[in-house]
């Protein structure tokens, strides 16, 4: 037994994908072909045509590091790495636990301060708060944005700025870097650390961020940007708020909204929207005004893409003048009080 489980391991992992595919069937395997990006699909079909056969002993050992890695990346999302493991160790015994864990981390590439997405923001504020600014960003650019709002509204409120500023500026971080980080917050976890360059925080990042902060925070960090690097903060801007994020406001903020709009740069907007936004611009205005849009839409034609985003553009930069003087509500985190 040992031998055969030897020779399976030889595998490729693509060969291993293609086997466990095969084993699965047409139809669980169409299913999952779903979800994966078109060169894997690219790959994993050109693996199946050149597997003629495939034995069963070969087929119960991929099976079963399936199952093995499928049991891991379970217990991972239960509790942490460390709880993985010792569940593993009591089910499959130390060496196979620490090679399933291994071969796991490796090629799923487990975050970072896995067990700091756990801990409670005011716990962790605590933490980190004392830290230099490069490192509490670091920190942070792994946390859910939820998670990280939290620690970043309640910051002191000359860090606030910097932080957000070294999110998003923040592109790929040297693992000997993460590691040392990783030692201070929690030493069991560095060796399970991979090797290759982590991709993390950048603008999208501190957009997420800012989207889910207090108006407070996020006017505050905005404003300081916008001194320090008004190119960083224009960009941040433009992604704060898209124009389908429209569909999040109520009817009467729509309804104030489409007041300060023109009648050509919103038929330009929607002719590039969903049929969501849509229909909801739609509803909130007149059946005359909406028959008339719907007709100039009709006979624009074809529009460009640059068009459609200035017309997009300008109705978001209303919706966020609206906002900043308090006439409509944008949802978000932080306990934002609603204006009846």
Request: a negative charge; charged letters at 30%.
């Amino acid at each position: 037994m040992a031998k055969n489980n030897n020779k399976s391991l030889e595998l490729s992992g693509t060969e291993k994908a293609a086997t466990l595919l095969i084993s699965l069937g047409p139809e669980k395997s169409a299913k999952i072909f779903k979800h994966l990006k078109e060169d894997e699909i690219e790959q994993l079909t050109l693996e199946i045509a050149n597997i003629n056969s495939v034995s069963p002993q070969t087929k119960e050992d991929v099976m079963n590091e399936f199952y093995e890695i499928c049991l891991a990346q379970q217990y991972i999302a239960e509790g942490g790495i460390g709880y993985a493991k010792d569940l593993l160790e009591k089910a499959l015994g130390e060496e196979k636990a620490r090679e399933v864990i291994g071969k796991l981390t490796a090629s799923l590439q487990v975050r970072p301060f896995e067990f700091v997405r756990k801990a409670d923001p005011a716990q962790l504020l605590n933490f980190i708060q004392d830290e230099h600014p490069q490192t509490i960003a670091l920190i942070l650019s792994y946390l859910p944005p939820s998670q990280a709002s939290q620690v970043v509204s309640a910051l002191p409120i000359e860090k606030q700025a910097d932080v957000a500023k070294r999110i998003a500026q923040m592109d790929r971080t040297s693992p000997d870097v993460i590691k040392e980080v990783e030692k201070v917050l929690e030493r069991k976890l560095a060796s399970l650390v991979n090797q290759d360059y982590t991709i993390i925080g950048g603008v999208d990042a501190i957009v997420q961020i800012l989207n889910t902060v207090d108006r407070g925070t996020e006017k505050h960090i905005m404003e300081t940007l916008e001194i320090e690097d008004p190119e960083l903060a224009d960009e941040i801007r433009r992604k704060m708020f898209v124009f389908e994020d429209i569909l999040s406001l109520d009817d009467r903020s729509i309804q104030r909204v489409l007041r300060d709009v023109d009648n050509n740069d919103l038929a330009i907007a929607l002719k590039g929207s969903n049929e969501d936004v849509q229909n909801i611009i739609f509803n909130n205005l007149s059946k005359r005004l909406a028959v008339m849009i719907k007709e100039d839409m009709d006979f624009m034609g074809p529009v460009r893409l640059k068009d459609v985003e200035e017309a997009q553009q300008k109705i978001v930069n209303i919706i966020r003048k609206l906002e900043d003087s308090g006439e409509i509500v944008i949802a978000r985190g932080g306990g934002d009080e609603l204006i009846v």
